[in-house]
């Protein structure tokens, strides 16, 4: 029903009345009314909406809506889009805002109903059109790459993203693909060869095929301008100085030759797809849309316990106060491409940010402007961010955020720019690079007041080198915040010999405080912490921490009350009551046979770390016994743990 709530004011009291649509035979206006006082806002109304509705109906649970946009253009501040079970397939741009946290438009599901946001569209009318590959008429967003507004096609089949006609051809996780060898190698400016014996010659020609490389710690793509069997030759989409690095081919119908694999011809509006099994497609489609909500220049807007699938949410440097609360994410953004950033959208001072930063502030779950919350929610698969934050005062608490940055940029999990952000108890997993990452080639130096804290951060540096799960570059201020209470660990680094580390200040980060991690499994014997070139006009202080991987400082730390249980290399002009390897701090139970398992860093009775630190105010306060322990657990507190309450 329309429910309708109306205030009134009178002789100084505030009376509520409550009014829905009614068919009561005593009540010959059909309506109900009831009183209560209230503190809500002026009107208040609750509008339905099912995909067997109509536009033409009045918005009741009876006569609902069809879109979820018609509700979006009647809705005032306080109301509420209440969404039926079913997929809806568009773009939700609201015609208002609320007004305040108390009044925001809401979009929920009904009573916790199944309802998909798309922003894919089916594909229909398959013909065979060789062996077990079918073709069909299609009009896809793009002919090739388009990297401004829609960057790239993306196929499903029976909602699971598949790879696109490749050399050499991999699997359908893009976290882990197969890769040819090293033999991407710099011509001088944009040119590059592309060199491997086994490169197949293609009855096409390669010509406008697209390269991947992974470059150290960028990945970077480019063009085929030509060659043949073995070699070829490319344009990069920037200058570039080094090479041999590994590498995969996109972009032509002859790599079509492994099932699920698809390719899409824009000149002739066709897309070919070797189809599962050899059997007719069904349950096939492609993303047509970037975006679930567009919520730029809007504030105080709910999303509630809603799916959202092949799309995403945005917002703009005017929103204020969108909460995001219960949503199942998948597939948020997808590119294929690296371009370079443009200058304008680079900060100030930001020389090697061209390629890093690509897309790395445009995908994702995008918050931009001040006090926006996401919470209790799942996201996954992202080309690009799981979650960019942009501007001050967002949360992002009890998410699991897994399987983002499949192209390998500067993009993360979690994305910060800006200050005045919390990140906590999120489980963050399987990431092509970093799993939280402020980086300066965008968001600046300013990194003041970002708590982040009891996330639980593994699998990450799946593509890359030179980086850590929790990663900072450069020049960042980072007073007023800290790192605490994380668990970093079992990470898969993409090279053994670069490896991974744990909590990573690059290149003069300054004024951090570090306190109440705990780091392990670093694969690639890489370090549990490290900070280069320190910078002269702060600290980064380190207390407190359970690091079992190696730790490399420079003098402008202060390191107290850690446990280092691998090599160290500490030149801290400031450091004291650390427990070195030598020392066995007794841990209870720091290896386990189970993987899934969490090992148990508190400490034996008996410990050496046990009242054997110092007292600092606002990192040991609350501690047990004579003096507080050293380490990240305090024998005799509360045991603290990290991550998401969230089931997959």
Same mark, same amino acid.
Request: glycine share 10%; hydrophobic share 35%; with cysteine.
């Given at each position: 029903?329309?429910?309708?709530?109306?205030?009134?004011?009178?002789?100084?009291?505030?009376?509520?009345?409550?009014?829905?649509?009614?068919?009561?035979?005593?009540?010959?206006?059909?309506?109900?009314?009831?009183?209560?006082?209230?503190?809500?806002?002026?009107?208040?109304?609750?509008?339905?909406?099912?995909?067997?509705?109509?536009?033409?109906?009045?918005?009741?649970?009876?006569?609902?809506?069809?879109?979820?946009?018609?509700?979006?253009?009647?809705?005032?501040?306080?109301?509420?889009?209440?969404?039926?079970?079913?997929?809806?397939?568009?773009?939700?741009?609201?015609?208002?805002?609320?007004?305040?946290? &108390?009044? $925001?438009?809401?979009?929920?599901? @009904?009573?916790?109903?199944? %309802?998909?946001?798309? =922003?894919?569209?089916?594909? !229909? /009318?398959?013909?065979?059109?060789?062996?077990?590959?079918?073709?069909?008429?299609?009009?896809?967003?793009?002919?090739?790459?388009?990297?401004?507004?829609?960057?790239?096609?993306?196929?499903?089949?029976?909602?699971?993203?598949?790879?696109?006609?490749?050399?050499?051809?991999?699997?359908?996780?893009?976290?882990?693909?197969?890769?040819?060898?090293?033999?991407?190698?710099?011509?001088?400016?944009?040119?590059?060869?592309?060199?491997?014996?086994?490169?197949?010659?293609?009855?096409?020609?390669?010509?406008?095929?697209?390269?991947?490389?992974?470059?150290?710690?960028?990945?970077?793509?480019?063009?085929?301008?030509?060659?043949?069997?073995?070699?070829?030759?490319?344009?990069? &989409?920037? $200058?570039?100085?080094?090479?041999? @690095?590994?590498?995969?081919? %996109?972009?032509?119908? =002859?790599?079509?030759?492994? !099932? /699920?694999?698809?390719?899409?011809?824009?000149?002739?509006?066709?897309?070919?797809?070797?189809?599962?099994?050899?059997?007719?497609?069904?349950?096939?489609?492609?993303?047509?849309?970037?975006?679930?909500?567009?919520?730029?220049?809007?504030?105080?807007?709910?999303?509630?316990?809603?799916?959202?699938?092949?799309?995403?949410?945005?917002?703009?440097?005017?929103?204020?106060?969108?909460?995001?609360?219960?949503?199942?994410?998948?597939?948020?953004?997808?590119?294929?491409?690296?371009?370079?950033?443009?200058?304008?959208?680079?900060?100030?001072?930001?020389?090697?940010?061209?390629?890093?930063?690509?897309?790395?502030?445009?995908?994702?779950?995008?918050?931009?402007?001040?006090?926006?919350?996401?919470?209790?929610?799942?996201?996954?698969?992202?080309?690009?961010?799981?979650?960019?934050?942009?501007?001050?005062?967002?949360?992002?608490?009890?998410?699991?955020?897994?399987?983002?940055?499949?192209?390998?940029?500067?993009?993360?999990?979690?994305?910060?720019?800006?200050?005045?952000?919390?990140?906590?108890?999120?489980?963050?997993?399987?990431?092509?690079?970093?799993?939280?990452?402020?980086?300066?080639?965008?968001?600046?130096?300013?990194?003041?007041?970002?708590?982040?804290?009891?996330?639980?951060?593994?699998?990450?540096?799946?593509?890359?080198?030179?980086?850590?799960?929790?990663?900072?570059?450069?020049?960042?201020?980072?007073?007023?915040?800290?790192?605490?209470?994380?668990?970093?660990?079992?990470?898969?680094?993409?090279?053994?010999?670069?490896?991974?580390?744990?909590?990573?200040?690059?290149?003069?980060?300054?004024?951090?405080?570090?306190?109440?991690?705990?780091?392990?499994?670093?694969?690639?014997?890489?370090?549990?912490?490290?900070?280069?070139?320190?910078?002269?006009?702060?600290?980064?202080?380190?207390?407190?921490?359970?690091?079992?991987?190696?730790?490399?400082?420079?003098?402008?730390?202060?390191?107290?009350?850690?446990?280092?249980?691998?090599?160290?290399?500490?030149?801290?002009?400031?450091?004291?009551?650390?427990?070195?390897?030598?020392?066995?701090?007794?841990?209870?139970?720091?290896?386990?046979?189970?993987?899934?398992?969490?090992?148990?860093?508190?400490?034996?009775?008996?410990?050496?770390?046990?009242?054997?630190?110092?007292?600092?105010?606002?990192?040991?306060?609350?501690?047990?016994?004579?003096?507080?322990?050293?380490?990240?657990?305090?024998?005799?507190?509360?045991?603290?743990?990290?991550?998401?309450?969230?089931?997959?």
């Amino acid at each position: 029903m329309n429910k309708l709530r109306i205030l009134l004011f009178a002789t100084g009291i505030l009376i509520s009345f409550s009014i829905s649509a009614s068919d009561r035979s005593d009540n010959p206006h059909g309506y109900l009314l009831s009183s209560s006082p209230l503190d809500a806002a002026n009107v208040a109304r609750e509008y339905f909406v099912a995909s067997k509705g109509s536009d033409n109906n009045p918005g009741t649970l009876e006569r609902p809506f069809q879109t979820v946009q018609k509700c979006a253009n009647v809705a005032q501040p306080g109301d509420s889009c209440l969404l039926r079970a079913g997929i809806y397939r568009e773009t939700i741009r609201p015609a208002n805002s609320g007004t305040s946290s &108390t009044t $925001p438009i809401t979009f929920a599901a @009904y009573n916790k109903e199944d %309802v998909t946001i798309s =922003g894919a569209n089916p594909v !229909e /009318g398959w013909q065979v059109f060789r062996g077990s590959i079918f073709r069909a008429n299609a009009s896809l967003p793009t002919n090739r790459y388009n990297d401004t507004g829609f960057f790239a096609n993306q196929v499903f089949v029976n909602g699971e993203m598949m790879p696109e006609a490749r050399w050499p051809n991999t699997g359908r996780d893009p976290l882990r693909p197969k890769l040819a060898g090293g033999g991407v190698r710099s011509q001088g400016g944009n040119a590059a060869i592309v060199e491997n014996a086994e490169i197949p010659n293609l009855a096409e020609g390669w010509a406008g095929a697209t390269v991947w490389t992974n470059d150290w710690y960028v990945t970077r793509t480019g063009t085929i301008t030509g060659g043949t069997a073995g070699k070829l030759t490319a344009q990069m &989409t920037a $200058p570039w100085d080094r090479g041999g @690095y590994w590498f995969y081919l %996109v972009g032509k119908l =002859g790599l079509l030759d492994s !099932e /699920g694999e698809w390719f899409y011809d824009g000149s002739d509006r066709a897309l070919y797809l070797w189809t599962l099994g050899g059997t007719s497609p069904n349950s096939v489609e492609v993303k047509q849309r970037n975006f679930a909500f567009d919520l730029g220049d809007r504030s105080y807007i709910v999303l509630r316990n809603l799916k959202l699938f092949a799309s995403t949410v945005t917002t703009s440097n005017a929103s204020q106060g969108v909460v995001i609360d219960g949503i199942r994410a998948k597939y948020v953004s997808h590119h294929m491409t690296l371009p370079p950033l443009p200058k304008s959208e680079q900060a100030p001072n930001s020389d090697d940010g061209l390629i890093v930063a690509s897309h790395a502030h445009d995908t994702g779950i995008q918050l931009r402007g001040s006090k926006h919350t996401l919470k209790n929610s799942v996201v996954e698969w992202s080309s690009g961010n799981g979650v960019l934050l942009e501007g001050t005062g967002h949360k992002v608490t009890n998410n699991i955020i897994a399987n983002s940055n499949y192209m390998a940029s500067y993009a993360a999990p979690v994305r910060i720019n800006g200050t005045n952000h919390r990140i906590t108890y999120n489980t963050i997993e399987a990431a092509g690079r970093d799993a939280i990452s402020f980086d300066w080639h965008t968001a600046g130096f300013d990194g003041n007041k970002i708590d982040i804290a009891y996330n639980d951060i593994s699998r990450f540096g799946m593509l890359s080198t030179d980086l850590g799960a929790i990663y900072i570059c450069c020049y960042i201020n980072l007073a007023g915040g800290a790192i605490h209470h994380n668990w970093i660990r079992d990470t898969q680094a993409f090279s053994p010999f670069w490896g991974t580390r744990g909590i990573y200040l690059d290149i003069e980060s300054y004024n951090s405080t570090i306190h109440h991690n705990v780091v392990w499994n670093i694969t690639g014997g890489k370090d549990s912490f490290y900070l280069v070139a320190g910078s002269p006009r702060g600290y980064n202080r380190i207390f407190n921490n359970t690091f079992l991987g190696s730790i490399y400082t420079d003098k402008t730390v202060e390191a107290r009350n850690n446990i280092l249980r691998s090599s160290t290399s500490i030149t801290a002009s400031q450091q004291s009551h650390n427990l070195f390897q030598s020392t066995d701090p007794k841990f209870t139970k720091a290896t386990t046979t189970d993987s899934k398992s969490i090992p148990d860093f508190t400490l034996q009775s008996g410990s050496p770390a046990i009242d054997a630190g110092m007292t600092i105010t606002g990192v040991t306060d609350g501690f047990v016994g004579s003096a507080p322990d050293i380490g990240a657990y305090e024998r005799g507190a509360k045991i603290w743990k990290a991550g998401s309450r969230l089931k997959r």
